[in-house]
């Protein structure tokens, strides 16, 4: 579902004399449907930076990345996007939404960018608030003012709300409390029940033990890092 | 597929001075797109030769119409030209002023390019503005009350709703959010958005204020000296800038 | 005859508003720009109208001038006057018996013939400049037949009284195409402008148009399909003549406040008053 061939990234930092920062090089794995991999290495290694390239959201200078049949090395913008609403979902450590929009609606969101009606939408949103205990009171509030595991919960449930075939987990239980990483950790394991290619970092070892199937050290990809 | 605004090669001259040199892209139906660059970079002269308010020196803007398909609209005929932006068209300005007619009510407002268009049943176009007046939030009890009586947030809603009765595919929006309060452009963002999303519109929005973009646009130019200097997806624009101009821009916002 | 040039403009100004005159009337309701002269009278007096006049009376018209339907108002009388002297024609009252009738604000009852030339004085000819202060502006709505804004007009008028509250000057769409201001007369009179047997000429002095209907032109009052066009008068019968199909001018008669209605149209009451018809005020 996900396949990566020897992909490769750099920063240019113009404005700071054109230094040119090699972050990664020459990456090639791929991920099967069903199927959970792990990013692993140490902080800085660039685990959440080749995320961010599966997503798209960086830019690959070289390589191929995969996502069913879209290499989004090349692809159009709205190719990405068209990717990203019915294929690849991805939960960020941090909740960006417009201020003002009512938790409900941050979290049905992506389903009814997909055409599910409201009630629908609603509906699935309210069980995943539920599940992720987030009290019924603070539905009708805007997350912006939640507090950090409120906001990721929230976060969470919004990544969930729409059953993608690939999906991207950046700490998707840091910050969790016990019962609330259980909800998290199931969440996965369904998803991956369903069929879904996912990549994660998880710095929770037993979490990344419980739900993952293989792990994939970023360290050796990694210019200057390896050896 | 198709794209809804086709521009090819658009260049405007101001004597000596470029406006805009050499821009060219496309933009597919229910897509939105930012234009973002410093003053003077030429953003709002390409949003004006867009929506055929200044006659570009150089290019062509294709756009697919819905009875004849794609047509060049710099060499349509004026009337052609001015129904488009009555009908599949909306512009909404930076001042709200300068796109609303001060001395006629909330509703005439709304109602006028229903009117345009050539809707002569009073119940019905009333309804219509109402039903318009609720969309963006605003009371209907005060449909007949002059936009000179509203705050700067309701007037820029107001001239949002006069602008999409109509059903427009295409918006042009010139710094939609500039000169509101926060709380203000906050609300009116969510509204733009979900009214985006709702009509299924394609949308260019010329701002300098990259949170504005981030939160609605798809797609991302950031323009300097009259020239595109990078295009993109929009969070990858703004998280991995590549041009030594665009990442400049990015690490010159306060971060908040 | 006298010192004047016959009816008081030169030959070569004639001839210019004629040129403007036949084009108005080759384009109907459409506002043909001219250059509009000094008169021997303020703006806003009928200058238009008195230049209009100038250039189409011959040596052997008979002519009338109407103030709000009277003829004996100070203006009727100085601008009937001003022609007697400037041209020598003939003057008359009599609305049949004239060829040419200068008017401001009304349109006479009896029915006017072929033959016969209705010039109209005009103060402000744009009816969209109220809503679209912009002359450019307005030119190309006209010459793109936008005219969706004339019906935001209306639309306020509903809004704010409950029904189209213009009651003169009411816009007229000209065979389908020009919509044209018929000058400050009352919408009672708006279903005489179209298919009028006589010719119909507007002019605007000071803002320098000419504008005109040749005989039996369609002209249509805009409303909506809600708010159909009516052409409402006072709903009494003249107080002097007892007519009940003309319209009244209302007169505050005593410090009482005693009121009164009677025709505008002086001609037509002292005719059915001759003809022997009594109102309950007649004395």
Known sequence: MIELSNVSKTFTLHNQGSAVIEVISDVSFAVASGECVALTGASGAGKSTLMRMIYGNYLTQAGEIRIGDLDIVQAEPRDVIKLRRDVLGYVSQFLRVVPRVPTLDVVAEPLRAVGVSVEDAEARAKALLGQLNIPERLWSLSPTTFSGGEQQRVNIARGFARAYPAMLLDEPTASLDAANREVVLSLIEDAKARGSAIIGIFHDEAARARVCDREIDVSHFTPGMAA | ?256 | MNDYNFAYLDEQTKRMIRRAILKGLAIPGYQVPFASREMPMPYGWGTGGVQVSAAVLTPEDTFKVIDQGADDTTNAVSIRTFFQRTAGVATTTATRDATVIQTRHRIPEEPLTEGQILVYQVPIPEPLRFLEPRESETRKMHSLEEYGLMHVKLYEDISRHGHIATSYAYPVKVEGRYVMDPSPIPKFDNPKLGEMAAIQLFGAGREQRIYALPPYSQAVSLDFEDHPFEASKADHPCGMCGAVDSYLDELIVDDAGRRMFVCSDTDYCEARQAAGHKGKDAA
């Open chain 2, 1 to 256: 597929m198709t794209p809804l605004l086709s521009v090819q090669n658009i260049t405007k001259r101001y004597g000596a001075h470029i406006g805009c040199a050499d821009v060219s892209f496309d933009l597919y139906p229910g897509e939105v797109m930012g234009i973002v660059g410093e003053s003077g970079s030429g953003k709002s002269t390409l949003l004006n030769c867009m929506a055929g308010h200044l006659t570009p020196d150089a290019g062509q803007v294709v756009f697919d119409t819905r009875t004849d398909g794609p047509r060049d609209t710099i060499t349509m005929s004026e009337p052609e030209r001015r129904m488009l932006s009555r009908t599949d068209w909306a512009f909404v300005h930076q001042h709200a002023r300068d796109g609303l007619r001060m001395g006629v009510s909330a509703g005439g407002n709304v109602g006028e390019r229903l009117m345009a268009v050539g809707e002569r049943h009073y119940g019905d176009i009333r309804d219509k503005a109402t039903d318009w007046l609720g969309r963006v939030e605003i009371d209907a009890a005060r449909v007949d009350d002059r936009p000179t009586t509203f705050s700067g947030g309701m007037q820029q809603r107001l001239q949002i709703a006069r602008n999409l009765v109509t059903g427009p595919r295409l918006v042009f929006m010139d710094e939609p959010t500039g000169g509101l309060d926060v709380s203000v452009q906050a609300r009116l963002l969510d509204l733009l958005r979900g009214l985006v999303r709702d009509m299924g519109l394609s949308a260019i929005i010329v701002t300098h204020d990259l949170a504005v973009v981030r939160l609605l646009a798809d797609r991302l130019m950031v323009m300097k000296s009259g020239c595109v200097v990078e295009a993109g997806l929009t969070d990858q624009v703004l998280d991995d800038p590549q041009h030594a101009y665009s990442q400049l821009l990015v690490s010159s916002v306060l971060q908040v």
